[in-house]
């Protein structure tokens, strides 16, 4: 500013000198050991950089310095998936979202991917981020989001509470977005075992949910991995429900490569739902690299349909985990 003629610095301005801290642009990385377990968390999303047993990856990695591809490792919060058209109501009132998903005119995945997670707490195999959603159009609700990566000897565990810092119910979702890896070559190669005998079936050009079927019709038996079989060149972009559980009340989904290497994704209750995607790209170099297995608190478009919708109380906090291990 100018004062008495001359220009005064502002206290708050940043000169050419001042150093700011270079960050890798995927964020803050905060990385984990235990055993033959190793694995990378970055803050921005408090996504899942890599993870690894022996040296071999059991999901997509991808670089420090590397914008996110395709929502690799992030937690998705305040809802997994889409909300069609990003259009819904809760409580008689009538939101609109911004579309994230331009393509196909959808907000995609919540407001928590892009966001950057403080790191609250660390250990050499534990850390857990904290991000608060604030109120904002389309999403009037205040919401805290903390989660929680351990390693141990049965591989990674990941927690994810959530707590409503409002004073009025809020709608709320979650889910992680990993791209599993079973081994060498491609998810055509690679055997799945999903316990689900149920599948959302899904309008082609923009995915909008259409109906709940059996996975063992005509029509969808291609859908249908309740005995593990080769993936092939199966396109599967799709939510499954009605997941078989052993006797501990925990889902499995299992991934192996024809040398019998392989990643195991466990989860219990509180994700009745789960999305699997075989990560179609047109880009050769990015095609159908790992498979998508993110288990949901909900289906897409929950927000409108208020299927398996959590309504989060004030003050009263909900929590689900999974575990992603070694085959």
């Known amino acids: 500013m100018r004062q008495n003629g001359a220009v005064i610095e502002s206290a708050n301005a940043v000169s050419p000198s001042t150093s700011v801290e270079r960050r890798p642009i995927s964020g803050r990385q905060v990385d984990l050991e235990h055993g033959a377990y190793t694995a990378s968390i970055a803050s921005v999303g408090a996504s899942l950089r890599f993870l690894r047993h022996d040296g071999r990856d059991l999901v997509v990695p991808f670089d420090a310095d590397e914008v996110r591809p395709a929502f690799r490792g992030a937690v998705l919060a305040p809802w997994p998936n889409r909300v069609v058209d990003g259009r819904y109501t809760f409580a008689g009132v009538d939101h609109r979202l911004a579309l994230t998903e331009p393509a196909r005119g959808h907000a995609l995945h919540g407001l928590a991917a892009w966001a950057e997670w403080e790191l609250i707490a660390s250990s050499s195999s534990s850390a857990t981020f904290r ?34 810092l409002g004073d009025v119910d809020a709608p709320y979702g979650t889910g992680p977005h990993p791209y599993l890896v079973a081994g060498d070559g491609h998810v055509d190669d690679w055997t799945l075992e999903l316990p689900a005998s149920q599948v959302l079936t899904v309008t082609p050009d923009r995915l909008i949910p259409v109906s709940l079927e059996p ?113």
């Not at 009037?140 to 959530?162: N, W």
């Not at 909900?298 to 398996?308: E, I, K, R, V």
């Open 215 to 327: 996975v063992d019709t005509a029509d969808t038996e291609h859908f249908d991995f309740r005995s593990p079989r080769t993936i092939g060149d199966t396109f599967v972009d799709h939510a499954y429900t009605s997941l078989g559980r052993d006797a501990d009340g925990r889902v499995s989904v299992r991934v192996t490569a024809p040398s019998g290497s392989g990643v195991v994704m466990h989860w219990g209750d509180g994700l009745p739902w789960v999305q699997v995607h075989t990560a179609d790209q047109p880009v050769p170099e990015l095609d159908r690299l790992g498979l998508a297995v993110e288990p949901m608190t909900c289906p897409p478009d929950a927000f409108s349909t208020g299927t398996d919708l959590v309504v989060l109380a004030p003050n009263t906090p909900h929590r689900v985990s999974w575990t992603i291990a070694a085959l």
């Open 131 to 164: 991000c608060i959603i604030e109120a904002q159009d389309g999403y009037p609700f205040r919401v805290q989001v903390s989660t929680t990566y351990t390693l141990d000897d049965d591989g990674l565990h990941t927690e994810v509470e959530a707590v409503n």
